[in-house]
């Protein structure tokens, strides 16, 4: 049954201003650094927004149209993996992702959940010995239903605990069965609304108690996913406790669990935060903690988490540029965990989005890929803080100084000569590698 009737097999056509069911940039097999886009960039598609998502906000219902929602109940869940399996086919992602609810509806206790999940990855396990896609991730949805209102692992509530356990125990199942390159966490309500009321320090405890007690249990079974913590600063709580990166590295350190997880990271919640996405990406990879990314943007007028499909040239080139600099994502990859606008309801969007995030990643990584080439910011940050290469710096970075020596050293020196940090011309040169790179894809 073709659910994408109006859409054939998306290929690279170059050339084209304006944008249509083609790649413009995104050109699998093209190498770029020794790999190609397609080993880059390993784009995955996220199953709840492509496909359980229905364009409902605060005030309206569901606008999307969906060929696949004349069904309901197991039905759909079936509906759901023909056309994700017919858009992937048609995208030619390498990868997709979902969370356990997404994939099949809850029955009314976890045996009969378990059950429904069982039909539909038994379904899913078939489509994959045809097809190309793979699972980058796939991960417990612990935030939706009501039983979770305090948490799940946080939860004040012991039997939500369990619940948890239960739940995550069936997903690494899963992702062994399905052979998923990395297990997700994402502490949907992980965090609290108000210390009134609340037991941080147990809270943060127990978090990490279920932890330990995921990566016993995959070894366990022999799951060998890479473990990611994917952070995100509010929403829903007030307060989530993987704040942002630097803050679930700590959390990680100090319960002895940085051997065994790495971090997602999503662009909007990098914002949400307060950082950029780059500057996440940065502060994973100097840590050796880079796992996967959530390829998506925020708006910048808007405080929440609108899960925009990327676009924004800058942020998608500083991220490739992070991800070059880290030697590439590994087992990671590039989640679109993003969403069609709510007026941007029929099924072409969907590709129509997919095709400008591909496309805007593939640049970000040809321009990322020159600005290395051309040493446009190794060079200035290696001149930039060339007085630690000899003399009293060189003492710094090696350990040799201390505060009398440097005392000694600074004493009495009469004058400190600063050099320009020259913001604006690194930044008009960032224009023109993006302009240029832009103008050569759309001529090419
Ligand atoms: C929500 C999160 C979620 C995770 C997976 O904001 O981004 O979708 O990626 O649970
Ligand atoms: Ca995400
Ligand atoms: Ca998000």
Known sequence: MAYFPNVSKITYSGKQLKSDLSFN?????????????????????????????AGTDPFGAGSKVRPWDRFSGMDLAKARVEAAFEFFEKLGNPYFCFHDRDIAPEGDTLRETN???????????DYMKTSKVKLLWNTANMFTNPRFMHGAASSCNADVFAYAAAQVKKALEIGKELGAENYVFWGGREGYE?????????????????????????????????????????????????????????????YDLDKDFKLN??????????????????????HGMLGSLDANQGDP????????????????????????????????????????????????DLFYAHIAGMDSFALGLKVANRLIEDRVFDDFIEERYSSYKEGIGADI???????????????????????????EQLK?????????????????
């Open 25 to 53: 940039h995104y050109n699998p097999k093209e190498v770029v650094a020794g790999k190609t886009m397609e080993e880059h960039l390993r784009f995955s598609v996220a199953y709840w927004h492509t496909f359980t998502e």
């Open 115 to 125: 059950k429904n999940l069982d039909v539909i990855v038994a379904m899913i396990k």
């Open 194 to 254: 108000t210390l009134l009321n609340t037991d941080m320090k147990l809270e943060q405890e127990n978090m990490s108690r279920f932890f330990h007690m995921a990566v016993d249990y995959a070894k366990e079974i022999g799951f060998d996913a890479q473990f990611l913590i994917e952070p995100k600063p509010k929403e829903p709580t007030k307060h989530q406790y993987d704040f942002d990166a630097a803050t679930a590295i700590a959390f990680l350190k100090t």
């Open 265 to 286: 990271l999503e662009a909007n919640h990098a914002t949400l935060a307060g950082h950029t996405f780059e500057h996440e990406i940065r502060v994973a990879r100097t």
């Open 301 to 348: 007028l808007l405080g929440w988490d609108t899960d925009e499909f990327p676009t924004d040239l800058y942020s998608t080139t500083l991220a490739m540029y992070e991800v070059l600099k880290n030697d590439g994502l590994g087992r990671g990859g590039l989640n679109f965990d993003a969403k069609t606008r709510r007026t941007s309801f029929t099924p072409e």
């Open 397 to 423: 970075v090696s350990g040799r100084a201390d505060f009398k020596s440097l005392e000694n050293y600074i004493l009495d020196k009469k004058e400190i000569t600063n050099q320009s940090g020259r913001l």
């Open 428 to 444: 008009n040169t960032l224009n023109h590698y993006i302009v240029q790179e832009a103008y050569q894809g759309a001529l090419a």
